[in-house]
């Protein structure tokens, strides 16, 4: 079945490790993106790329980094992860170029930081 | 990017229409709504979009008013699998960021 990949679905890591989440898609977008869900916060955009060689900072970027090498790969990096990125994570993607631009899903990472 | 106002919680009865509203206030013109939602802690799920019209597809209604500035989702029959939170959306005028608020927490009571 088409759609986003995540992984891993849940990781416990000590504060100050380096920590990747990957996300795969196979649908083709161009547009890929990461959110982070907090209670009480909702989805907060934390990166996101427009298309393959590009990358842009959304609303709580700070601590994270992200990398678009080809069109299917967008994987989120915590370089030295404190327990304040203890989070579910969410990799989405879109079309772009058209107006509609339905965003999907895939079905999140849990990080706890301890 | 255009801002939206969600209540943070509403009940609905079994059967019934849940009417969800939002405001966006400083939309621009060429902004759409958009509208999703989250069932436990899945990834959020398209429901429907609009710019100016409105709205309706096999899962909901999206009726947005004459100036834009609030909208109303509108699931004619709820369903308890209808509990979920649900979030309004504004597209950004670049055209691709979408920033969700905290939406909010429908809950369906049999």
């Known amino acids: 079945i088409a759609g986003i990949t995540q992984a891993p679905t849940s990781q416990i890591l000590a504060a100050g490790r380096r920590m990747t989440l990957r996300c795969t898609q196979d649908?083709?977008?161009?547009?890929m993106y990461w959110y982070r869900q907090d209670l009480g916060l909702g989805l907060r955009l934390i990166h996101y790329s427009n298309t393959a060689g590009t990358t842009g900072k959304g609303e709580v970027p700070d601590g994270y980094s992200v990398s678009r090498a080809n069109t299917d790969d967008f994987p989120l990096t915590l370089a030295s992860a404190v327990p304040s990125q203890t989070s579910v994570y969410f990799c989405?993607?879109?079309?772009?170029?058209?107006?509609?631009?339905?965003?999907?899903f895939g079905e999140g990472s849990r990080l706890t930081v301890l | 990017d255009a801002k939206t106002t969600q209540p943070p919680s509403m009940d609905c009865a079994e059967g019934r229409a849940a009417n969800l509203p939002c405001n966006h206030s400083?939309?621009?013109?060429?902004?759409?709504v958009y509208w999703y939602r989250q069932i436990h802690s899945q990834g959020p799920q398209y429901i429907i979009h609009g710019l100016k019209n409105n709205e309706t597809n096999e899962m909901a209604s999206l009726i947005i008013t004459e100036d834009r500035k609030s909208s109303t989702l509108i699931l004619p029959h709820a369903t308890l699998r209808d509990t979920a939170v649900y979030y309004c959306?504004?597209?950004?005028?670049?055209?691709?960021?979408?920033?969700f608020g905290t939406g909010t927490s429908l809950t369906v009571i049999p």
């Open positions: 400083t939309i621009s013109g060429n902004e759409y």
């Open positions: 959306i504004v597209r950004s005028h670049t055209g691709n960021q979408f920033y």
């Open positions: 989405a993607s879109s079309e772009t170029g058209r107006r509609t631009g339905e965003l999907f």
């Open positions: 649908m083709r977008h161009n547009a």
